[in-house]
């Protein structure tokens, strides 16, 4: 089924498909295929829809056949109003919005405003009028509060990655927003999962909504393997691993900020171009590192969890996990990041001694059955898994203590 057939406008049509060409979409995913059509009509859509779908296009070309069809005004106004969780999300629909409207003889100016940064800039972009908004919440209501925007003519509100949203403690800062919005308008709610909060959100918000599943979604083809090797011995490994010409672009997943900085080190003291992406770093800084990845300058990414959330790299190879995640839901979240929109992918989880026991309890949770190999040359010889050092109430060790989150993760194995 062509993008011809979703409803589009045959005066915004011609351009859009011209994009959609250039941009290497072939034909609408399962998700696309269901919410053009139904948004094009102007009805509000719930839809479950996790990254990697094509769900951000699925809203953006009604969008942007909504401003190719409304007259231009001057000074511009804010019609449309996109709110996501994490500023990378930002700016990568904001990417969108400019990649599949580039053919239209009339772009929106789509300005981004999120946490992070100077909020300066974006006053100052904002003075100018804006057809789009894309923003974080918190960032938003700051803006609101300055004056810098009204949303009182928005006319579709679009809630991108709602769980994650909710999931980050948006609750209450989306409850202020919508409240600042005409109850005349038409929402938009994506989601990766339906949560009990989603539910009462997609109440609270939306009027009589269809409901859509990207169901028909195939499953991303990516294989998974896990190699056992020693803790002391992981970035040997990797390093022995990057010489395959397949891993040519690798996006490497740590547990900490500090173990982040300390592989991106070494391995760049090995030669391979290498870039940390976590939440210390400025946004500037994030985004030149995701560039220079997405751009190809760079081999290794190394990441953790949060700061790789919303992450899209066209046809990343490889993922690694060089630490296991800590909780086994992040698990399906990272390795997702590769094999998209149909292209294939591998992921790679080391496991150590230590490790063994988490990894099968990740499997378990996955309905994976993936028993770590062992590569030649990595023989494993910490067999022996350290017995955590728990405090006992005699004194017990600083910083040894297991978190919630680990007495959490041991009764979950227990109880297994
Ligand atoms: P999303 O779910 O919006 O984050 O999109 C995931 C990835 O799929 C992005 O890299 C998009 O560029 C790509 N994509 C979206 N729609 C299509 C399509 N119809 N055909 C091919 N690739 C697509």
Same mark, same amino acid.
């Given at each position: 089924m062509p993008f011809s057939t979703l409803g589009l406008s045959s005066g915004a049509l011609p351009a859009l498909q011209r994009a959609l060409r250039q941009a290497g979409y072939g034909a609408p995913t399962p998700i696309q295929r269901q919410a053009v059509p139904v948004l094009l009509e102007g009805r509000d859509v719930v839809a479950l829809a996790p990254t990697g779908s094509g769900k951000t296009a699925a809203y953006v070309l009604p969008a942007l056949q909504r401003f190719f069809s409304a007259p231009p005004r001057k000074p511009r106004v804010l019609r449309q109003l996109v709110l996501v969780p994490t500023r990378e999300l930002a700016l990568q629909v904001a990417d969108v919005f400019a990649t599949l409207g580039r053919e239209l003889p009339r772009q929106p100016r789509v300005v981004c405003a999120v946490g992070g940064v100077s909020i300066n800039p974006q006053m100052m972009a904002l003075r100018g009028g804006a057809d789009v908004v894309v923003a974080t919440p918190g960032r938003l209501l700051d803006l609101l509060a300055h004056n810098a925007l009204s949303l009182r003519h928005v006319q579709l509100l679009v809630l991108d990655e709602a769980d994650r949203l909710l999931e980050l403690g948006f609750g209450e800062e989306l409850r202020q927003i919508l409240a600042e919005l005409p109850t005349r308008r038409q929402t938009a709610l994506f989601s990766a999962t339906f949560p009990g909060q989603i539910e009462a959100l997609a109440a609270a918000g939306l009027r009589a909504p269809r409901r859509l599943q990207a169901v028909a979604q195939a499953q991303p083809d990516v294989e998974q393997r896990a190699i056992r090797v020693d803790a002391g011995r992981r970035g040997e490994l990797l390093l022995s691993l990057l010489d395959d010409p397949q891993w040519r672009q690798v996006l490497v997943f740590v547990g900490s900020i500090r173990e982040g900085d300390r592989l991106a080190g070494v391995l760049r003291k090995r030669g391979i171009g290498v870039q940390a992406l976590h939440g210390e770093l400025s946004q500037g800084r994030r985004v030149r590192a995701l560039q220079a990845f997405k751009d190809g300058e760079l081999q290794v990414l190394v990441a953790t969890d949060v700061a790789a959330r919303g992450i899209d790299v066209a046809g990343l190879p490889v993922v690694v996990n060089y630490e296991l995640p800590r909780s086994p839901v992040d698990y399906p979240h990272r390795i /997702? =990041?590769? /094999? =998209?929109?149909g292209g294939k992918g591998l992921a790679v989880s080391f496991v150590d001694a230590a490790g063994l026991a988490h990894w099968r309890l990740i499997c378990k949770r996955n309905g994976l059955q993936l028993e770590p190999a062992v590569r030649p040359g990595f023989e494993p010889m910490d067999t022996a898994v350290p017995t955590p050092r728990v405090a006992d109430g005699s004194g017990g060790i600083k910083g040894r203590r297991p978190s919630r989150k680990d007495r959490l993760r041991a009764a979950a194995a227990a109880a297994d």
């Amino acid at each position: 089924m062509p993008f011809s057939t979703l409803g589009l406008s045959s005066g915004a049509l011609p351009a859009l498909q011209r994009a959609l060409r250039q941009a290497g979409y072939g034909a609408p995913t399962p998700i696309q295929r269901q919410a053009v059509p139904v948004l094009l009509e102007g009805r509000d859509v719930v839809a479950l829809a996790p990254t990697g779908s094509g769900k951000t296009a699925a809203y953006v070309l009604p969008a942007l056949q909504r401003f190719f069809s409304a007259p231009p005004r001057k000074p511009r106004v804010l019609r449309q109003l996109v709110l996501v969780p994490t500023r990378e999300l930002a700016l990568q629909v904001a990417d969108v919005f400019a990649t599949l409207g580039r053919e239209l003889p009339r772009q929106p100016r789509v300005v981004c405003a999120v946490g992070g940064v100077s909020i300066n800039p974006q006053m100052m972009a904002l003075r100018g009028g804006a057809d789009v908004v894309v923003a974080t919440p918190g960032r938003l209501l700051d803006l609101l509060a300055h004056n810098a925007l009204s949303l009182r003519h928005v006319q579709l509100l679009v809630l991108d990655e709602a769980d994650r949203l909710l999931e980050l403690g948006f609750g209450e800062e989306l409850r202020q927003i919508l409240a600042e919005l005409p109850t005349r308008r038409q929402t938009a709610l994506f989601s990766a999962t339906f949560p009990g909060q989603i539910e009462a959100l997609a109440a609270a918000g939306l009027r009589a909504p269809r409901r859509l599943q990207a169901v028909a979604q195939a499953q991303p083809d990516v294989e998974q393997r896990a190699i056992r090797v020693d803790a002391g011995r992981r970035g040997e490994l990797l390093l022995s691993l990057l010489d395959d010409p397949q891993w040519r672009q690798v996006l490497v997943f740590v547990g900490s900020i500090r173990e982040g900085d300390r592989l991106a080190g070494v391995l760049r003291k090995r030669g391979i171009g290498v870039q940390a992406l976590h939440g210390e770093l400025s946004q500037g800084r994030r985004v030149r590192a995701l560039q220079a990845f997405k751009d190809g300058e760079l081999q290794v990414l190394v990441a953790t969890d949060v700061a790789a959330r919303g992450i899209d790299v066209a046809g990343l190879p490889v993922v690694v996990n060089y630490e296991l995640p800590r909780s086994p839901v992040d698990y399906p979240h990272r390795i /997702g =990041r590769t /094999g =998209r929109a149909g292209g294939k992918g591998l992921a790679v989880s080391f496991v150590d001694a230590a490790g063994l026991a988490h990894w099968r309890l990740i499997c378990k949770r996955n309905g994976l059955q993936l028993e770590p190999a062992v590569r030649p040359g990595f023989e494993p010889m910490d067999t022996a898994v350290p017995t955590p050092r728990v405090a006992d109430g005699s004194g017990g060790i600083k910083g040894r203590r297991p978190s919630r989150k680990d007495r959490l993760r041991a009764a979950a194995a227990a109880a297994d």
